[in-house]
């Protein structure tokens, strides 16, 4: 049988080529990581909700329609410096230690950039840090110091001086705009060419004080705000742990739009106390804070478009991973409430949007439980990066490629809030999140007590029929199976992710106490609730004492 030579020869070296192909990395994505402060999902457009007729994000939802977004995802812990944490390192905060907003994370602890650069990505973090150890893990940082200015904000360089003192400032600029020009300089002129990227590019806003470009003043401004039920009405909401009994602690737990919590609330941040009725003072401060808020979101949203069309200029879009998120939700008026670091949905949930377009469809969305501990896995997962076992999230690359949940995936997100009725008076709590129902644990103490300071409670909502989370349904006879299995279910999965409790066994001691909640530790809840009201009383007297006390224009 006669060949020619050149069937020979291919048919000799067609197993090698194949081979050769088959072993050939897939080329790593480029990797941009962009993170807001306290952008909630319900004031992103793709979101849907009740503000997404202000289309207050264009960009965010094309971004959206591009790639993957995902609906339930939430932080373990809803506040910056923790969720922040968890993010970086794939572990939760009883691991990380990174519990408030004093937590470090030291660099050897970076555990995201230090695998992606072992791996041959030239790392960079570029605007809010919000960590107090240096970002030394990152090949170059260029992040703002603590919280960071609105205006004129100084960014901290690595450099000849030790951490943090090498700094310049940019005079006359918006926050927003000035970390945007700088994530784009670095990807036009300062980074390495040869090598794949992953840039942390962090916004500022719309973090409080909400302090937006003056181009936005007039963004929104006759236009009236739409108002969620629950900032006016919702008897059936919460416990005696955020309530006390008979509501006596609901002036004093968590901190109100309306002048609920006499301490901290917007009608005196933004000046309304001069309306004649409470409702008048409470609807102004609502709508002062929502405007205040969505031009610092306005404005996040077009520094987004800028940053696209210089990714699109510069040929990035299509080799390039690109995550938009928040580092938690906000309340934006949902049960009176401010701030985050509640376990509700609009506290809880993060905004997660992925687009690649190489790997995942247009237009894709999941309902899949997503934690923050899940962030590093995913990316070093797209970048072909084997997760260390310090990590206790899981890659949701597969989710992303497929559309579908694997079956063995988890049923529902774990939430742990460890501070303690500090700055928002908010207390401590955890619980679980499926897809169908949430279960909230107030056991009322802080890290370092041995007591409860607010009432021990249980709350429970069926997401399914309750989605606004205004009914407890806990002692509800028709729940009473769906507590057991969820408090089996909070129990197991504080034993795999290790929260046991062994830091803290004084408090662990009350968790357990309360944990069953008969009436016997019902009773002792209310009798918490009664001391609580009193020493809540004793205070404001002497803080107003205090304040009587004060030479006129201390304060
Ligand atoms: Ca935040």
Not at 246 to 266: C, F, M, Q, V
Request: glycine share 6%; hydrophobic share 35%; charged share 25%.
């Amino acid at each position: 049988m006669n060949q020619s030579p050149i069937l020979v020869l291919t048919l000799l070296l067609a197993p090698i080529t194949a081979r050769a192909d088959a072993e050939a990395p897939t080329p790593r994505p480029n990797i941009i990581f962009i993170m807001s402060d306290d952008h909630a999902a319900q004031a992103i457009g793709a979101y849907g909700g009740r503000l997404a007729k202000l289309n207050p994000t264009p960009t965010i939802d094309r971004l959206a329609k591009e790639g993957m977004l995902f609906e339930n995802c939430f932080a373990g812990n809803s506040i910056c410096t923790p969720s922040r944490a968890t993010i970086l390192t794939g572990q939760y905060n009883h691991i990380n230690k990174v519990y408030d907003l004093d937590g470090r994370l030291d660099p050897a602890h970076q555990f995201l950039p230090i695998e992606l650069k072992k791996a041959g990505y030239q790392t960079a973090v570029i605007g809010k840090w919000h960590l107090k150890s240096e970002p030394a893990a990152f090949d170059h940082y260029c992040v703002l110091s603590e919280q960071g200015e609105y205006f004129d904000p100084t960014f901290i360089v690595r450099g000849e001086k030790p951490w943090p003192q090498n700094s310049f400032k940019r005079d006359g600029e918006h926050v927003t705009d000035a970390i945007t020009d700088l994530a784009i300089q670095w990807l036009r002129g300062q980074r390495d060419p040869s090598k794949p990227f992953f840039l942390m590019y962090h916004h500022k806003a719309p973090h409080d004080m909400f302090e937006y470009a003056p181009r936005y003043k007039d963004y929104l401004e006759n236009v009236a705000i739409p108002e969620p039920e629950s900032l006016w009405n919702q008897p059936q909401f919460g416990s005696i742990g955020t309530r006390g009994v008979k509501d006596e602690l609901w002036p004093y737990i968590g901190t109100s739009i309306g002048e609920r919590n006499a301490h901290r609330n917007y009608v005196k941040t933004f000046n309304h106390t001069g309306l004649p009725t409470p409702e008048q003072r409470k609807r102004a401060a609502y709508q002062d804070y929502m405007k205040r808020y969505l031009r610092c979101v306005k404005g996040i949203d077009d520094s987004l478009a800028t940053f696209f069309d210089y990714l699109r200029s510069a040929g990035f879009m299509e080799n390039t991973l690109i995550v938009y998120t928040s580092d938690q939700g906000m309340m934006l008026g949902e049960h009176d409430y401010q701030d985050k670091r509640w376990m509700y949905e609009e506290s809880a949930r993060m905004p997660l949007i992925i687009r690649y377009p190489k790997m995942i469809k247009h237009g894709m969305r999941t309902d899949a439980i997503i934690e923050n501990a899940d962030f590093a896995p995913t990316l070093l997962d797209f970048a072909g990066v084997k997760r260390p076992d310090v990590m206790q999230g899981r890659s949701v690359k597969a989710i992303c490629e497929t559309g579908r949940e694997p079956a063995d995936w988890r049923k529902s997100a774990y939430y742990r809030y460890w501070m303690h009725m500090a700055h928002h008076d908010n207390p401590a709590h955890l619980g679980l999140r499926t897809k169908d129902y949430k279960l909230i644990y107030y056991y009322g103490v802080p890290r370092e007590g041995n007591s409860p300071h607010t009432p021990p409670a249980w709350e429970l909502y069926d997401l399914k029929k309750d989605p606004h989370e205004l009914v407890n349904v806990y002692d509800d006879p028709a729940y009473a199976r769906v507590v057991v299995e969820l408090k089996y279910g909070l129990a197991e999965r504080r034993r795999q992710i290790g929260d046991d409790g062994r830091d803290y066994p004084a408090v662990e001691a009350v968790v357990q106490e309360f944990w069953n909640y008969d009436a016997a530790a019902r009773a002792k809840a209310e009798q918490i609730s009664h001391e609580c009201l009193a020493r809540y009383k004793a205070q404001s007297v002497s803080s107003s004492r205090q304040k009587t006390e004060q030479k006129p224009g201390r304060e």
